[in-house]
Nanobody, 117 residues
Framework: QVQLVESGGGLVQPGESLRLSCAAS????????MNWYRQVPGKQRELVAK???????NYADSVKGRFTISRDNTKNTVYLQMGSLKPEDTATYYC???????????WGQGTQVTVSS
């Protein structure tokens, strides 16, 4: 059974940092590209960051220079380090696993990030 379990969300003030984690089980983690998406109610889910099986990275323009995605294949875990957080980063953040060139096949349950003073 595949499980992706996110953690690390919470309430922070603008300008602060937060690190999200996503622990995977039931998949051969090293073969998957790992993605972080986010969604605000009433809006489309947005791809925030991707790290490929080869550790290449891509970011949405809105988070470039502020967020860093990384992975630890020994721990089957992907991270999203978020810095200089803004209120517009408020969303539910989802971890997703995909094979190269395909849409995500597996999703986590999401973790809420709220940026507010």
């Amino acid at each position: 059974q595949v499980q992706l379990v996110e953690s690390g969300g919470g309430l922070v003030q603008p300008g602060e940092s937060l690190r999200l984690s996503c622990a995977a089980s039931g998949i051969t983690f090293r073969l998957y590209d790992m993605n972080w998406y986010r969604q605000v109610p009433g809006k489309q889910r947005e791809l925030v960051a991707k790290i490929t099986s080869g550790a290449g990275t891509n970011y949405a323009d809105s988070v470039k220079g502020r967020f860093t995605i990384s992975r630890d294949n020994t721990k089957n875990t992907v991270y999203l380090q978020m810095g200089s957080l803004k209120p517009e980063d408020t969303a539910t953040y989802y971890c997703a696993a995909s094979l190269r060139g395909l849409l995500p096949a597996h999703w986590g349950q999401g973790t809420q990030v709220t940026v507010s003073s």
